[in-house]
């Protein structure tokens, strides 16, 4: 799902005209994800489950919950079961990262929290929207 979702939500991208927008919060996610890595590694914050560092945040979590905020806010915005397929998706790679004892808990929600977030939104880049979209709607 790391690479799935990402890869999927690049394929609608180009679809849609809004590869530009993509590009960027991808670039910015990664660039936080990494930063943050380097930046806390060494402090109790980044200490894996494991003992060993660069564990926050999950950078699988975030890659994954990126990947499906785009798809389910931008690409399959009015199909309820799609969104909640592709936000579960998010959510087994997220839990199987603490399951497999690479993360903890909260390490695992950053990351999930940061994809999330770059994902939902919209930077106005090679398009005329500036928003955050996360599709759900109830």
Do not use: N, W
Not at 27 to 51: F, N
Not at 62 to 69: L, N, P
Not at 73 to 91: S, V
């Amino acid at each position: 799902m790391k690479y799935a979702l990402p890869l999927a939500a690049a394929t609608c991208a180009v679809r849609d005209d809004r590869l530009e927008d993509f590009a960027v919060r991808g670039a910015v996610h990664m660039v936080l994800v990494l930063g943050l890595k380097t930046l806390t590694d060494g402090h109790p914050v980044s200490v894996r489950p494991s003992g060993e560092g660069r564990g926050f945040p999950s950078g699988h979590a975030a890659s994954a919950a990126f990947g499906a905020a785009d798809l389910a806010g931008k690409c399959l915005q009015d199909d309820r079961l799609a969104g909640a397929a592709l936000y579960g998706a998010a959510g087994a790679t997220a839990l199987s990262r603490v399951e497999a004892g690479q993360h903890s808990v909260q390490q695992a929600l950053s990351g999930a929290l940061i994809g999330f977030s770059l994902g939902g939104a919209s930077f106005g880049i090679g398009t005329d929207e500036i928003g955050f979209s996360f599709g759900m709607r109830f």
